[in-house]
């Protein structure tokens, strides 16, 4: 399951007698992502990122510090020398 805020009030005594445990994480498992991405893939979802070359690296540092980055940095690695 994905994470539940405020979670309810749960018996560990039932969840221990029975072998049972609890889990949670806000990403999801591998199968969920990989139908998260099987859907990207078919319906041509592609993530929005800004690409700089490595010899900017400096400068995207700069604008991350200012609050000034819209999109995901990558850096173009064709760029490295």
């Known amino acids: 399951m994905g994470a539940i805020e405020p979670l309810t009030n749960v018996n560990g005594g039932t969840l221990i007698r029975k072998r049972r445990n609890?889990?949670?994480?806000?990403?999801?498992?591998?199968?969920?992502?990989?139908?998260?991405?099987?859907?990207?893939?078919?319906h041509n979802v592609l993530p929005e990122v800004e690409m700089i070359d490595m010899q900017d690296i400096n400068q995207a540092w700069d604008r991350v510090v200012k609050a000034d980055v819209k999109y995901r940095f990558v850096i173009d690695m064709n760029s490295i020398k």
């Open 22 to 42: 609890l889990a949670s994480s806000l990403i999801g498992g591998i199968q969920e992502t990989q139908e998260m991405l099987d859907f990207c893939s078919a």
